[in-house]
């Protein structure tokens, strides 16, 4: 007898293949048969005439690196019928460390997963999070990627210089370390301070050992401003070169310099593949960017770590400096792109005493104050402590829609789960897709998103047994309405849950039910292996 059936589902198996209708048994927290209307066997059932079931999502890029400790029901993601997540983005996470990088990390990312009093910071290296992702117990299951910056301060610190051999040495040392622990691949940041100090050899000398040990290369790479399409290229030449395969993170074209030129990238890509390189990426269904404010300063402002930063900040002549990169020659942090203070806007801060900053841009601030931008810029980043976060209205509909369509496709939120107004992807990203490109649009088919949400990137990372609607393969399942499935989070109130997401269960495990989240932690750590990515 089954646990539980789901009668008369329209089941989307997450291939690409066309819906149909069946019944889906539950058994020991495997899908156990999926048979025609009305054969399915006994035991619990659920009711999903005119309601779809799926794969659970996979967000192929999240920051919930912490918040799936400090908040493990994690009520942001399985609202949305996210049942798998892959952390450690954008180069810089919180293992590997050691003390002294661990408390550089924490204040440098602060804005991204906030910096929790009284937490355990009782890991250092990428098995003993797993480990702790683990014993903890999480909502959601949980993929991990080595982060380069992190590997780069152990192994060079913060300084703006090619590594020397014996580092070089170091950092692939680490990240095999964390291969073997069970990480999926590497991310890189070269926005970020200090991943973006690495030249090409560096990182192809890295992914060298990701592809010996069957990951993948997640880059966030140099520019999606002034020199979009060459970051991108010399991403594609590091997959050739090291023969590791390329997943590109958040891939689109953003500011004005690149308005409808979303074609010419996917052009790249096509032409990349047809040449034999593995590659795949994501995006996020809105225009809007996030970040850290002192994301945007220009990289040498960052060497040396935060307590260098701010120590430049209060010094006229680099304080003169950083203006002349935002005002004139665009700063690298901001990817070569003139700094438009009206499209900067405060989400988040960490000093309690800035909140009336939240919700404004720059530019309204410096206008409230009788300054400038840039002074407002500094200033802010030195009051905070670094610690502001900002949401950059910089996207274009059509690049977003083009790149929807590729496919390589897979979606990834990208969102930040603290601060005061985050941005709404973070509980938003995956029913917007549904409910906006698919059901108002039609940008893309039901099919097609849900198999860019589920069997694709369960491919790309290797999961065993996961990602379809089969036989055998673990229940993480999403029962949606399509006819009502949609975001509600907005700028304005950001923390909002779907509409239309009615059940999801991990490995059988209902996780949430009548569309409220019910509390229960069976997600696990996903840990490459040699058979495939699966928990310990």
């Known amino acids: 007898m089954a646990d539980l059936v789901f009668r008369g589902a329209t089941v989307v198996d997450g291939s690409g293949a066309p819906r149909r209708r069946a019944d889906v048994e539950v058994t020991g927290g495997l899908i156990s048969a999926v048979t025609a209307p009305g054969r399915g066997g006994g035991g619990r059932t659920a009711d999903a005439d005119g309601l779809v079931l799926a794969p659970g999502f996979i967000d192929m890029h999240a920051h919930s690196d912490l918040r799936l400790l400090v908040e493990p029901e994690h009520p942001a993601k399985v609202t949305q019928g996210v049942t798998c997540e892959v952390l450690g983005q954008d180069g810089l996470s919180y293992a590997p460390v050691d003390d002294r990088t661990l408390a550089a990390t924490r204040r440098q990312i602060a804005g991204w997963n906030g910096d929790p009093p009284g937490f355990a910071w009782d890991w250092r290296t990428v098995g003993q999070y797993l480990d702790r992702l683990d014993r903890s117990g999480i909502a959601v299951n949980a993929c991990y990627l080595v982060p380069h910056g992190s590997v780069r301060m152990l192994a060079v610190g913060w300084e703006d210089r090619p590594a020397t051999p014996a580092e070089l040495d170091r950092m692939r040392q680490l990240v095999a370390d964390g291969l073997r622990e069970g990480a999926v691949g590497m991310s890189s940041g070269l926005t970020y301070t200090p991943g973006m100090y690495a030249g090409t050899a560096e990182l192809v000398a890295l992914c060298e050992v990701v592809a010996a040990y069957g990951g993948y290369h997640c880059p966030h790479q140099r520019s999606y401003g002034v020199g979009a399409l060459e970051g991108y290229a010399e991403m594609v030449e590091i997959a050739r070169r090291s023969g590791c395969p390329l997943h590109l993170a958040h891939a689109t074209m953003n500011f004005d310099v690149n308005a409808g030129r979303a074609g010419e990238l996917l052009a790249l890509l ?12 994501d995006s996020y269904p809105y225009l809007p960017g996030s970040t850290t404010l002192a994301a945007l300063l220009p990289g040498w402002a960052g060497a040396g770590g935060p307590d260098a930063t701010l120590a430049r900040l209060r010094d006229p002549a680099a304080r003169a400096r950083i203006r002349h990169a935002m005002e004139v020659t ?72 083009a790149v929807l369509r590729h496919p390589a496709h897979t979606v990834g939120s990208d969102g930040l789960l603290v601060g005061d107004r985050p941005h709404p992807r973070a509980w938003g990203t995956f029913p917007r897709l549904l409910g906006r490109y698919v059901r108002e649009l039609g940008v893309l088919t039901l099919e097609e998103a849900v198999a860019r949400m589920t069997g694709r990137p369960a491919r790309r990372l290797r999961l065993h047994r996961r990602g379809l609607v089969r036989p055998g393969y673990a229940a993480d399942l999403v029962l949606f309405d399509p006819a009502t499935v949609a975001d509600t989070a907005s700028f304005e109130e950001p923390r909002r849950a779907a509409a239309g997401i009615r059940q999801v269960l991990v490995g059988g495990v209902p996780v949430l039910d009548a569309g409220r989240p019910t509390g229960a932690r069976p ?14």
């Open 523 to 536: 997600g696990r750590a996903l840990r490459r292996t040699a058979e495939g990515t699966r928990p310990r």
């Open 330 to 401: 665009g700063s690298d942090g901001c990817h070569g792109v003139v700094t438009d203070w009206a499209t900067v806007q405060i989400s988040g801060v960490r000093d309690p005493a800035l909140a009336d900053t939240v919700g404004a841009t720059v530019a309204e601030l410096a206008a409230r104050r009788g300054t400038d931008g840039t002074g407002v810029f500094l200033e802010l980043l030195l009051a905070d402590r670094l610690g502001t976060t900002v949401l950059q209205h910089v996207g274009h509909e059509e690049n977003v829609r």
């Open 270 to 281: 096509d032409a990349a593949a047809a040449d034999g390189v593995d590659l795949s990426l």
